[in-house]
Structures are given as structure tokens and as C-alpha cells.
């Protein structure tokens, strides 16, 4: 499976960004699709999933502006960010996997496969 995150760039705090991920090679629908970003100096966090069955699970830091979601039509997962906030200033990664517990959803070594990652910055 390859996956193809874009959507990155440059915002004031307080803006909304929308990211995409694509993906291809193999059946996206039973796939769990997760977010997760790396700031300078700190370990790449969990930020939002997605399980084949469209439950959502999200960071306690990003519940409430952030909004993960998936199109299997297009093979794609999305993650829209409102009100963002400096502190948001990451890589942000899209990751899947196909066995997932749900327990494991917020740990990185559990999924598969990464997207190349896009750089979200937010302005104060």
C-alpha cells in the first residue's frame, strides 16, 4: 500500500487547514487510517483514526477542531483542522494498517504503512 499525504502549508492561528491522504495498492476500505505528526525535538503523537467501520478516535489535544474522515469511493482519508493553533506546528503523517485493535490505535509501530508526511505551520 502506498499512501500520498498533501494539504500542508501556512496558516495564522486560528485557521483551518484540510489535509488529504491517498492511497493505493491495496483495499483501502478495510483499511484503519491514522493521523499522527512529529514537531522538532519531539516524538512523532498520535492525532486521529479512522477504523474501516468509520468510528473516529481522536487526541484529547485535537477533539473538538480536528476532524478525521474517509471517502473509500476515492481511496482517500481526510483530516480537517479548525482553529488551529501554534502548538499544532507539526509533520503530519497519514499511516494504515489492517489489524488494529482498537486499543492500539494511538501507538505508531502498530501501523504499516506511512505517507511521506506534510508540513502544517501555524502562525501566532
Known amino acids: 500500500v502506498q499512501l500520498q499525504a498533501s494539504g500542508g502549508g501556512l496558516v495564522q492561528a486560528g485557521g483551518s487547514l484540510r489535509l488529504s491522504c491517498a492511497a493505493s495498492?491495496?483495499?483501502?476500505?478495510?483499511?484503519?487510517m491514522g493521523w499522527f505528526r512529529q514537531a522538532p525535538g519531539k516524538e512523532r503523537e498520535f492525532v486521529a483514526a479512522?477504523?474501516?467501520?468509520?468510528?473516529?478516535h481522536y487526541a484529547d489535544s485535537v477533539k473538538g477542531r480536528f476532524t478525521i474522515s474517509r471517502d473509500n469511493a476515492k481511496n482517500t482519508v481526510y483530516l480537517q483542522m479548525n482553529n488551529l493553533k501554534p502548538e499544532d506546528t507539526a509533520v503530519y503523517y497519514c499511516?494504515?494498517?489492517?489489524?488494529?485493535?482498537?486499543?492500539?490505535?494511538?501507538?505508531?509501530?502498530?501501523?504499516?504503512?506511512w505517507g511521506q508526511g506534510t508540513l502544517v505551520t501555524v502562525s501566532s
Open positions: 495498492g491495496g483495499t483501502f476500505s478495510r483499511y484503519t
Open positions: 499511516a494504515g494498517d489492517r489489524q488494529i485493535i482498537l486499543s492500539s490505535l494511538k501507538f505508531p509501530h502498530q501501523y504499516d504503512y
Open positions: 479512522i477504523r474501516y467501520s468509520s468510528s473516529t
